[in-house]
């Protein structure tokens, strides 16, 4: 999609009427700013697109933050996942990686300025307590019997909070809003609790954490961030996030609120896809039918087919749900252009050739993509022996059924024209174990003379030079177009079944040699990458796509 044609979107615009009335002198900078709590998901990357794209877009910058202020859930792991994610999306963020907990001392600072204001007060009330005290969305609520504490009384409790002389749960401290306003995210919100849990990188220093509604937007002061996106939700904790920059008197980033992506067949809740990791469900976060982007990567994807999706699907305030198909439609078009066409037999049986010399060989021209002129071509070995799909056989050819049987010919790819003259049966099983075929000399690849008529080409590779490949087929694993939107049921319940299918196949003895970084059409079977697990010893793919939509209704033969 050329950048001219599309229209600005909303965010767009608010950006470009800043950078006109010279807003902040023209500077755009933009923050990304996960929760290392779990490794990052095709949402996130809408996320990350939209703010590193906006900040490119514009000449401006985009900070990595991580939103580190819940010590019992995050995790160094989640860190370095994060940072290896954006990384391979394309990004790079403005200097370092940047931490919440980096300001701790700052927002400590913070508070204790509140606090001086008389804006924020210690509340020795229970967690219960507070949350019946806080009314109803039509209900005023009530005042805390401590809302009046005097400024020293609270500068005294609240530094003992940060000493920890006080259990979790015993105090709090909270902004002294309204307890009537009819934003209940104004009635006297929690800006610290007492948590006495070490964290990933403040070890033991600090006894109270801050809430996220004071940690988040009191970053983006500190780092003076001109556009704060979020998702919608935070739509309604926008008026506070204004209320602290202007007691507080720091620097007015604005928060712009986005829908979310939500994608049919798919869960993005990092707990529920904790679930998924915890209980077994798939091998890990980076398990290729995980909506993460470990997983998109281990599937296959590339970074420039999750970068297209996102632009495709624009941003918008409206909540909506984008078809999966539409993620593996990116994917598709991308792979369609870099990927290497070769021949694979997922389900093999063995044809012979007999009136080709047994023991000869000869090695034909296959072009690596017709769609790159650049990529060149290889040479297959060609014998009288080969595998071909089991599927591309039928002892009683039904109507319209174009590949072999007896009597029937077909194109080997890039190789000649074959005739079936019979068939051997395996007497333990009754299936066919081998067909035996003529060849037409005169017909081969580009040089064909033959009068032999045939209606479809098939894939095969040469049964000497053949590698074997563990091939691992992925299909979605959900069976539901929204696993979690049941409220009487649980989303494990629709987990798909064949999500995964593991073959054993026959491949073409190039792909000896491909390295993780590569990504193959076999021809007639979908998309293919090598796992990271994979070896010249033990080669083992992973299907990334399909070459059509499965789960639309199949229109080709084959
Ligand atoms: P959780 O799943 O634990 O509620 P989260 O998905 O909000 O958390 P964060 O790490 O806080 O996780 O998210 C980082 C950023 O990514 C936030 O700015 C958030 O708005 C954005 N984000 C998260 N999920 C999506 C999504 N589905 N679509 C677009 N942006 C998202
Ligand atoms: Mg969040």
Known sequence: MSEEKKTLNFI??????????????????????????????????????????????????????????????????????????????????????????????????????????????????????????????????????????????????????????????????????????????????????????????????????????????????????????????????????????????????????????????????????????????VSGWDDPRMPTISGLRRRGYTPESIRNFADRIGIARRENVIDVSLLEFSVREHLNKIAKRVMVVMDPIKMVITNYPAGQNELLDSVNNPEDDQSGSRQLIFSNTLYIERDDFMVEPQKGFYRLGPGLSVRLKDAYKVTCENFVLDEATGKVKEIHCLYHPDSKSGQDTSSVNVKATIHWVDVNSAVNMEIRLYDRLFLDEAPDGHKDKDFLEFLNPDSLKVIQGKAEASLKDATTHDHFQFMRMGYFCPDPDSSTEKLIFNRTVTLKDAWQKQKGKN
């Not at 590193?52 to 370095?80: C, I, S």
């Not at 927002?107 to 009330?125: H, N, P, R, T």
């Not at 070890?203 to 979020?230: L, R, V």
Request: with cysteine; glycine share 6%.
């Open 12 to 281: 767009e615009q608010i950006v470009e009427k800043d950078l006109l009335e010279n807003k902040h002198g023209g500077r755009i900078l933009t923050r990304f700013p996960p929760e290392p709590n779990g490794y990052l998901h095709i949402g996130h990357a809408k996320s990350i697109v939209l703010n590193f794209g906006l900040a490119q877009k514009y000449g401006g910058k985009t900070n990595l933050r991580f939103d580190d202020t819940n010590p019992t859930t995050e995790d160094v792991e989640y860190v370095d996942s994060i940072l290896e994610d954006v990384r391979w999306l394309g990004y790079s963020w403005n200097g370092d990686a940047v931490y919440a907990s980096d300001y701790f001392e700052q927002l400590y600072e913070f508070a204790l300025a509140l606090i001086k204001k008389g804006l924020a007060y210690v509340d020795d009330s229970s967690a219960e307590e507070i949350a019946a005290m806080k009314g109803t969305p039509t209900e005023p609520g009530i005042e805390s019997p401590f809302r009046n504490r005097s400024v020293e009384e609270n500068l005294d409790l609240f530094e003992r909070m940060r000493t920890g002389e006080f259990g979790d749960g015993q105090k709090v401290l909270r902004a002294k809003v309204d307890m009537a306003a009819p934003n209940m995210h104004l009635r006297d919100p929690l800006m610290y609790r007492i948590k006495k849990a070490r964290h990933h990188r403040t070890g033991d220093k600090w006894n109270i954490y801050p809430m996220y509604d004071f940690a988040h937007g009191q970053s983006d002061s500190i780092e003076q961030i001109t556009h704060s996106i979020c998702t919608l939700e935070f739509e309604v904790h926008r008026p506070l996030y204004e209320w602290f920059i202007q007691k507080l008197e720091i620097f007015p980033s604005r928060q712009i609120e986005f829908a979310r992506l939500n994608l049919s067949y798919t869960i993005m809740s990092k707990r529920r896809l904790l679930k998924l990791v915890e209980g077994k469900y």
